[in-house]
């Protein structure tokens, strides 16, 4: 390892090598006298600037090695060209950052870092791929081309009309029939009417499509784009704008759509969707997988006379969501999902804010639940103060607890067969007269559920349990084939545990009489917290005996890790009625 001592005697050392051989160098080019002529005097400056040139080639080649020896420049070129992909959508052009500059480059700077740098950006067509048109000059239409090497390119242009018409001369100029050809992924923000002369342009390989109509004014227009221009559209995502819902738009070809607006967009018919028009344009999806609609539905004066055409959703449909926070729309959703026939494959998400109505929300529940009396797998319930889903469920898991996240964006679409609604009553909506607070209570919707699939049932730690082993049977009166259940050792474990040990005049236990595992959620981490949930096990003691001497024994608890060194006698009780087993 060189020490500062050493590079210091480096330095010293280069520097009188390179003097002795730069002084030598003029030394030999000096003539004996001074020149006399002007023709000897270019000579010799002819000789100087020779000898200039290859010290500056020199120079270059110094350069080069030196970079080749830095860390960055010392890594593998397809760690670089990964590392250039990450910093490409984090360091974006940007136009007119500074005058006179008209153009920021950004990522785009790392090509002049060094020669090696630059060579394995050029080489990597995929990185010239993705182009926000807001942020380059057209002008590098070509290079763009040129360096893409035919691959689909992702486009992303503005259209707002409020930067100017220099902005927008440019994104037409992007949007040019040279590029048009190799966009696959189209991503465009526009104003008012702009879409009825920017969709009509041919792109033959695009498959996806992203709308966002910044427009104050209710759009007039129909977006009659053909399947000829769109040939190969595959998904479609509409921001604030919905098409006749006879649009060639909703091709045939579609498996991803998603329709989304804001709360305010519903009085203008051309920003919302009736439910009638929402079956209609499904109905032209065979091929579809995917669907979501956030906030489009609107109650039409002319729904109730022309009623609902139904809707059965094709086997492949793996996922919808059905996302409205406004409050408007409730009871079209309710419809929506009534009119609507899914495979019980299909994963359904539904998130439903400011319902005043309970009767709504039972209709919702109703048709989202309808077809899954006939799940090929047991399910598992998952129940909290203002949500129910439903999980396929393997006996294999018995001694495992649920690791239950409801928010929607957290929900894992590939599960098959997974159906979730959560129900919120705002606080807006409890000062209506017609309002009705219960219809947060989600165990007043549980006999809408397919009780005869659900094998397991997870209470998550907001619900509002019953206080008596009577509320228990009733509220769960049905659910016979339950094998599994979580519940938190709250003040209501006790009444749990007592609805255990009730039976019926014929000795059949009253509260899931198949019974076999038990898993107990964690308990606070105040001292007052433990102490409680520790006095509360004994009424579960008490459980597994009555169940073990009607030789229908609890086989599995399974408990939180810190349970694991508890020596009392309830726990060694506990551990001799049944396995136990822990988690962390």
Known sequence: MSTALDVESQEVASETAWFSSMTSCFDSLRPRATPSTLREADVELAALEAMQTHVYRHIVMARTRRNTLIPACSLPAELLSYIFKLVRPHWKP????????????????????????????????TLWCYIDCNDIPCAAIDTILQRSRGQPLHINVDFEGNRGPDHDQNSWTWMSKPLRPAIQSLNVRVKDMLLDALLPLEMPRLEELTIHDFGMLPAAYLLAASSEVFPRLRRLDLYRTIPSWTSPLFSSTLTHLKIATMGGDAQFPSRSLSVPNAL???????????????????????????????????????????????????????????????????????????????????????????????????????????????????????????????????????????????????????FNPDSDDSVEDATLFLPHLPRGVISSIALLRELELPASASAWISTFEGFLGIQHACIGINSHFPSFCAGLQETSSDSRFLLFPRLEAITLGRWGDSPKEKQQAHSRVWSLVAALETRLSAEIPVRVVCLPREAESLDSETWIRLRQLAEVSYFD
């Open 94 to 125: 940007q136009r007119r950052r500074a005058w006179p500059l008209p153009y920021y480059a950004g990522w785009m700077s790392l090509t002049h870092v060094c020669s090696l740098w630059r060579r394995i950006i050029l080489d990597d067509p």
């Open 280 to 430: 209609r344009i499904l109905s032209r999806l065979p091929n579809l997988l995917h669907l979501e609609l956030r906030n489009v539905f609107a109650a039409m004066a002319s729904d109730a006379d022309e009623g609902l055409p139904s809707y059965t959703a094709p086997i492949r449909l793996k996922s919808v969501r059905l996302i409205f926070r406004y409050g408007m729309a409730v009871e079209c959703v309710a419809g929506f999902l009534q009119a609507s026939t899914f495979s019980v494959s299909t994963s359904i998400v539904v998130q439903l804010e400011e319902c005043a109505r309970r009767d709504t929300v039972h209709a919702a529940v109703q048709g989202l639940f309808r077809d899954m009396n006939y799940a090929p797998q047991a399910m598992q319930l998952v129940l909290g103060h203002n949500l129910l889903q439903l999980w396929p469920w393997q006996h294999s898991e018995l001694a495992f607890t649920p690791v239950v996240d409801p928010h929607e964006d957290s929900l894992d679409m590939t599960i098959p067969g997974l159906r979730s609604i959560q129900v919120w009553d705002c606080a807006r909506t409890r």
